[in-house]
């Protein structure tokens, strides 16, 4: 499976964003798809991840009630709407996907995008 993310770039504090990923070389609705990020200087995190249908969703705490994440099968996408974005939000993005639920490892990830928040 490949997965290409995009859609990052600077922003203002308080902007938004929505971050893309797309899929290919394998069932995308067979996989769960994960946000996870990366700040300079700091160990790579979880952000949320997302079930097979995009029925259920869990998110990290410190991006709850911000962030969004959610699924197109049919275009074989995973979204992250990034809202009231801090500078504390400025990491590589990267997309990853595993077929287990409860799984601590992905099989597979993207080559990340860069999210910038200035204050």
Known sequence: VQLEESGG?????GGSLRLSC?????IF??????????????????VGRINWS??????????????TISRDNVKNTVYLQMNTLKPEDTA??????RRNWYSREYDYWGQGTQVTVSS
């Open 92 to 97: 590589v993005y990267y997309c990853a996907a």
């Open 29 to 46: 609705s067979n996989y769960v798809m994960g946000w996870l990020r990366q700040a300079p200087g700091k160990e790579r995190e979880f």
């Open 9 to 13: 770039g600077l922003v203002q504090a």
């Open 54 to 67: 995009g029925g259920t969703t869990t998110y990290a705490d410190s991006v709850k009630g911000r962030f």
């Open 22 to 26: 797309v899929a290919s070389g394998g």
